[in-house]
């Protein structure tokens, strides 16, 4: 009978130094508190998935339509087209930064961008340039961007025999 009142006895004394420590404030400064919080501080990282590849290009202020968009693992394809009527190779070259851009900096898990221009023609469509932009042209274009001065990056785009005839027609 006493061996059970010492194991109460026990168990009481055991709440009370439970809900003394839980009232006594830790000794810590905001500044301490601060650094931990810094320390542990999550990474931000994005990752392209095939349910995010249409939240990546939505939102991007493009002035040509696209007409298909495809994520592989690393490689995300997208197919733009040029209407007959609206013809810039600037707006152009604008479209292919504003991908590059999101491709490279939003997300961290793609390797490699290809981008086809397409223009229609009757019931088909006609390519006319085609460019293929790795992780790392993106940064050497970038930084030979911001030392140029430049607003867009000078990509090396592939251009076909109709390309290069749209290309001459919007100089006139």
């Known amino acids: 009978m006493r061996h059970w009142w010492s194991g109460l006895a026990l168990l009481a004394a055991g709440v009370i130094v439970i809900v003394l420590l839980s009232l006594i404030q ?3 400064t905001e500044r301490s508190r601060s650094d931990r919080e810094e320390l542990f501080a999550p990474i931000r990282s994005e990752r392209l998935v095939d349910e995010g590849v249409v939240d990546l290009v939505d939102p991007l202020p493009l002035a040509h339509s696209l007409s298909r968009v495809r994520w592989e693992p690393g490689i995300l394809s ?13 707006a152009l070259m604008g479209d292919i930064y504003e991908l590059s851009r999101a ?3 939003r997300v ?7 981008i086809r221009v397409y223009a229609p023609r009757g019931a088909s469509k006609v390519l ?4 293929d932009i790795k992780a790392s042209d993106w940064t050497a274009l970038n930084a030979a961007m911001l030392s140029d001065g430049a607003r867009t990056p000078n990509f090396r785009l592939s251009w076909t025999a109709a390309g290069r005839s749209w290309l001459a027609n919007l100089a006139f």
């Open 128 to 131: 006319l340039a085609s460019a």
């Open 103 to 105: 491709s490279f900096e």
């Open 78 to 90: 997208v197919d733009l087209e040029v209407s007959p009527g609206d013809g810039d190779a600037q």
């Open 108 to 114: 961290n898990n793609v390797r490699q961008l290809l």
């Open 26 to 28: 830790p000794a810590r």
